[in-house]
């Protein structure tokens, strides 16, 4: 008698609207997993991811692509994830998807079809999440983020935010890993719909330079130590796991690499985070360190 338990196969549509494809570059460099187990394999036990439409990695193109879409929008039931922003401004021309009888299909047109007939969605990147840099100002598309696109269409379908410019691959598949394992309803989100596994505290919580931090030691120039608060570094208001988690393979991450934390997993990212390399915010420093306090801001430029 054959024992085997029969895999689950969960359809995955997954669009790019305004975006630079870093976000996409991130997916597909995942290490652990691989993509290719990703891809091939059961992403947990008994149940496997089918990417039905993905613009990068799919063999189709044109009529035949387009109308895998056509039919997901008829069959529901599918996990849909957006990577971009949704312009919006005329008519949304700004971004197509591809093109239906003749006509341009913009992201709009498919995220407003496809969004409500998705068991779950999930805005992957800081675009998709709250605008990011194709939302960033002077904004000419009038680009909105996934989040804004579901309130004013009054699309109930459940979101899950993963921003990041780009985000790291875990973040993506560790959530979807959650969600088929412990079950949506019990994935715990922050205010901002991000997950807290990999979102629920500061950089500055977990950052090694942080005793430098305290000692109010300030790295000048990069290249020197120190911590690189005066150097720009957002990490005193940047939320996600970077410092333990690490990029490409476990090898390095930004402020590991003397660069500091741009705040890219922020609503704020990019325009009110602020330039990247200028000390423009006030830190809340532990009421233990108010010496230090005084000590950072007399450090102000
Ligand atoms: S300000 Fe940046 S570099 Fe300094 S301790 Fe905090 S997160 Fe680390
Ligand atoms: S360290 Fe900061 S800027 Fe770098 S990836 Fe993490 S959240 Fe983004």
Known sequence: MNSKKETKTIPVIYLQGAACSGCVTSTLCSTYP?????????????VKLEFIFHPNIMTASGNLAMDVLEKAARDKNYVLIIDGAIPTGENGIFCTTGEKNGKKSTILEEVLSLAPGAIMSIAFGSCASYGGIAGALPNVTDSLSVDDIFLS???????VNIPGCPPHPDWLFGTIGEILTNGLENLKLDEL?????????????????????????????FGDEGCLYELGCKGPVTYSDCPVRLWNGKTNWCIGSGAPCGGCTQPEYPDYV???????????????????????????R
């Open 34 to 46: 691989s993509i290719r187990n990703i891809l091939l394999q059961e992403i947990v036990p008994g």
């Open 153 to 159: 269409n009054q699309i109930k379908t459940p979101l």
């Open 193 to 221: 719909k991000r997950p807290l596994t990999y979102y629920g505290k500061l950089i500055h919580e977990n950052c090694p330079r942080r005793a430098w931090f305290d000692e109010g030691k300030f790295a000048r120039k």
């Open 274 to 300: 602020g330039d990247f390399y200028y000390k423009i915010i006030d830190v809340e420093v532990p009421s233990s360190q108010r010496k230090e306090k005084s000590k950072i801001h007399d450090l102000g």
